[in-house]
Nanobody
Framework: QVQLVESGGGLVQPGGSLRLSCAASGSIFNIYAMGWYRQAPGKQRELVATITSVGSTNYVDSVKGRFTISRDTAKNTVDLQMNSLKPEDTAVYYC???????????WGQGTQVTVSS
């Protein structure tokens, strides 16, 4: 059974940094994209950043220039480096692995990120 486990969330002051990590346990194949999503209270879950198997990245406009996604394909891990954090970045962050064949999404349990003074 595949599980995604996130770590690295917490409380940080505006302008600070956090690094989120996600690791997959169990046998996992045909993953063509990994990503991070977030959900703030009262809002829908939104895509934050994704990275494909060939290293192509995509970011939501609000985090461009501040967040960096990276992956280690051999270890099945994906990280999100978050710099210059803002209060509006406060949310539960979820790790996602997308399998291509057959199509399936794996999700982590979520990690809380709170940006507040």
């Amino acid at each position: 059974q595949v599980q995604l486990v996130e770590s690295g969330g917490g409380l940080v002051q505006p302008g600070g940094s956090l690094r989120l990590s996600c690791a997959a346990s169990g046998s996992i194949f045909n993953i063509y994209a990994m990503g991070w999503y977030r959900q703030a209270p009262g809002k829908q879950r939104e895509l934050v950043a994704t990275i494909t198997s060939v290293g192509s990245t995509n970011y939501v406009d609000s985090v461009k220039g501040r967040f960096t996604i990276s992956r280690d394909t051999a270890k099945n891990t994906v990280d999100l480096q978050m710099n210059s954090l803002k209060p509006e970045d406060t949310a539960v962050y979820y790790c996602n692995f997308r399998r291509s064949i057959p199509r399936f999404d794996y999700w982590g349990q979520g990690t809380q990120v709170t940006v507040s003074s």
